[in-house]
């Protein structure tokens, strides 16, 4: 015969439960218990907050990202991919109507850099 299926145990099991429904309702009734259990609550989160601080404070004299300066940067990251595939779809688009930029330098670009070059060469031998 099971332990459990004994009237007597069943009972006493009763009478336990019974006497733990009331200790609960005493204790969560009871506002010095909810007082302590916010206190303990309230400081938890300071202690966290505090550490929290002291933890960022010691990554910046170390020199090194927080994980909210990862996360910024992972967004502004994200952000420019978004503004590049925007700006490739454009491009690809001004491609397809004909109207694309040439990006290759011209010739009047690559001479006008070399006049600027040699007229500062000039500048200077007069100079001397």
Known sequence: MPIRSNP??????????????????????SERFISVVQTAVSRTLSA????????????????????QDIDDLRRRLDELDRSISELADKLGQLEK????????????????????????????????
């Open 8 to 29: 007597w145990v069943q009972k006493v099991m009763a009478a336990g439960e019974a006497q733990l429904d009331r200790l609960a309702s005493q204790i969560l009734g």
């Open 48 to 67: 966290r907050d505090t550490l929290d601080r002291s933890i960022r404070a010691v990554l910046a004299t170390m020199n090194l990202p927080s994980v």
């Open 97 to 128: 109507a004909g109207a694309a930029p040439k990006t290759a330098r011209t010739r009047t670009a690559a001479s006008g850099k070399s006049a600027a070059k040699k007229a500062t060469a000039s500048t200077a031998k007069k100079k001397t």
